[in-house]
């Protein structure tokens, strides 16, 4: 089984700047694209941000130029960095990890998520 830890969230003022990071652990092969959803309470999840294991960054609209992802795979751990944060970020921010795992048929890739961590942006 993978588990992804989340860590990082918190209460910020608006303008300020969050760091959250995601661990990935347990047994698997490799993990391709890792990235940040979030949902806002009575919203939809929303995509935040991917990177693929090569590195390749895909953002939401709302966040491009504010948040960067990165990722270390030594480490199996993707970070967010926020910045510039408004009022309008608030919202409980998931981890989500393509994960490839072996199985009975052969290595399969498998979609896993994180517990959510809590961002909430005072104006």
């Known amino acids: 089984q993978v588990q992804l830890g989340e860590s990082g969230g918190g209460l910020v003022q608006a303008g300020g700047s969050l760091r959250l990071s995601c661990a990935a652990s347990g047994t698997f092969r490799r993990i391709n694209t890792m990235g940040w959803y979030r949902q806002a309470p009575g919203k939809q999840r929303e995509l935040v941000t991917t990177?693929?294991?090569?590195?390749?960054?895909n953002y939401g609209r709302s966040v491009k130029g504010r948040f960067t992802i990165s990722r270390d795979n030594n480490k199996n751990t993707v970070y967010l960095q926020m910045n510039s944060l408004k009022p309008e970020d608030t919202a409980v921010y998931y981890c989500n990890a393509e994960v490839v795992m072996a199985t009975m048929a052969g290595y399969r890739d498998f979609e896993r998520w994180g517990q959510g961590t809590l961002v909430t942006v005072s104006s």
């Open positions: 990177i693929t294991s090569g590195g390749n960054t």
